[in-house]
């Protein structure tokens, strides 16, 4: 039976999977013009998504402050891919815009907020009676 955990890294792994797809068969559709920033998105979601959900342990799943570290990280990790997709179309438009800079720092900001609530769960939770 396949725990939270598992389900949530097949899912960056889809998204990723997805993106990947959508990088590839964009230049066809776009006659031929593509930036490298739809390709940034895979790793950006596959590399550490899928491999985080992955190694964790299934007892932090059901820690109360679980809830708000996914939200976060995945709401972080949305703001990244955003701003990534938003500089892909705009390199494509031959433009340039301030704001995506933006999406970034913030993206980069809520998921090490993220983060650090997982760091703070692991190192309040009980390890060793959990695993």
Do not use: E
């Not at 999977?17 to 230049?27: N, W």
């Not at 938003?86 to 433009?95: C, H, Q, S, T």
Request: charged letters at 10%.
């Amino acid at each position: 039976m396949m725990n939270s955990l598992q389900k949530t890294s097949i899912v960056y792994a889809g998204f990723a999977l997805f993106s990947l797809v959508v990088a590839f068969v964009y230049p066809i559709f776009g006659h031929g013009v593509f930036s490298g920033y739809f390709f940034v998105v895979c790793p950006v979601l596959s590399f550490p998504g899928a491999f985080l959900f992955a190694c964790l342990s299934p007892w932090i799943a059901n820690m109360k402050r679980y809830r708000l570290f996914l939200n976060t990280y995945n709401f972080g990790v949305a703001t990244v891919v955003c701003g990534l997709l938003a500089k892909g179309v705009v390199d494509i438009a031959g433009g340039v815009s301030d704001i995506i800079v933006w999406f970034f720092c913030l993206g980069a900001l809520i998921t090490a907020f993220g983060v650090g609530v997982l760091v703070s769960i692991i190192r309040t939770g009980d390890v060793a009676r959990h695993m």
